[in-house]
């Protein structure tokens, strides 16, 4: 009798979160294509950068808190305001018409002054820490949020009059791969992973998570129309498997800092799914590589 009764509080438990998911996951996409699709092309901009920033400082907040770093105030109000300026020169520098030297200049001399910038907090801070390692912590939540967070943009700017349409599916490559590791890992999920970093995944999670990436990658491009007729089949196949693969690995190296820093979630920013940072996480392992795969191996509309 009590094995039941505890089995049952199991299955209520997996079902209220999975419906919590399921309502935090439909309230974000409202938001993600309010943003993308807005009537007006400013108004688009504006509420992109919005979110994004949003996202990005509210994850950056979680890794301080989650390694217990708030004591160096300076420091994360700095890398804050420097990531959100970043964030703000990379995507409106290839919007508002900015000459395209100064354009493919600006990240770079951003990236050097935040690095001159890092080094100033080192010696702000060199009586004060017994250790190195909570400013190393600090930098390294900072490249891990907001420098990664900078090739989301990279992909919305990667061709203007369809970048929407390519961070949407980028977006469902991603995180419909996290969405069917969750429900086949739920459903048929009995060979572990990794226990000792992630139990809760599985090898017939991750085959899942795959197949949902490539299949809804495929849907979306059929539903486009035109607006991704650049992006083959072969293409979608080959994402799906790659984005799906790194969408995992993203989540294993936020499993292990979270292990590291010893918490279950970075935060409680949405129901069912955790903090900001378990939000994007695999979102931002996987920006650079889908990035990557646009500027050597997209294919232009007209060559399909």
């Not at 999975?18 to 974000?28: A, D, K």
Request: charged share 15%; glycine share 10%; hydrophobic share 50%.
């Amino acid at each position: 009798m009590t094995d039941s009764s505890s089995s049952s509080r199991k299955s209520s438990s997996k079902g209220r979160t999975f419906i919590h998911r399921l309502f935090s996951t439909v309230v974000l996409w409202a938001v993600v294509l309010g943003a993308l699709f807005a009537g007006s092309p400013l108004v688009s901009l504006l509420t992109v950068w919005i979110v994004l920033s949003a996202l990005s400082a509210a994850a950056f907040h979680e890794f301080v808190k989650m390694f217990r770093i708030e004591k160096l105030g300076f420091g994360k109000a700095y890398l804050h305001t420097a990531g959100l300026v970043y964030l703000a020169a990379t995507l409106f520098s290839d919007r508002l018409r900015v000459p395209d030297a100064l354009q493919e200049a600006m990240p770079h001399l951003l990236l050097g002054l935040i690095v001159f910038g890092c080094l100033y907090l080192f010696f702000h801070y060199r009586y004060e820490l017994p250790r190195l390692l909570p400013l190393g912590q600090l930098v390294f939540g900072w490249f891990y949020v907001y420098f990664l967070a900078g090739y989301l943009v990279r992909i919305y700017n990667f061709e203007r009059d369809k970048g929407a349409w390519i961070l949407i599916l980028f977006i469902v490559l991603t995180k419909f791969s996290d969405l069917g590791a969750y429900v086949t890992g739920s459903l048929i999920g009995k060979h572990k992973m990794i226990p000792r970093v992630s139990p809760a995944k599985t090898w017939e999670g991750f085959c899942g998570g795959i197949l949902f990436s490539a299949a809804f990658g495929w849907i979306v491009v059929k539903l486009s129309g035109d607006h991704l007729a650049g992006f083959p089949i072969y293409h979608i196949l080959l994402l799906g498997v790659v984005l799906g693969t790194f969408a995992v690995v993203g989540d294993l190296v936020e499993s292990l800092l979270k292990r590291e820093a010893d918490v279950k979630d970075s935060g409680q920013f949405l129901p069912g799914i955790g903090g900001a940072l378990d939000l994007i996480d695999s979102l931002l392992f996987n920006a650079p590589i889908m990035y990557a795969y646009l500027c050597l191996l997209h294919v232009s509309p007209g060559t399909v």
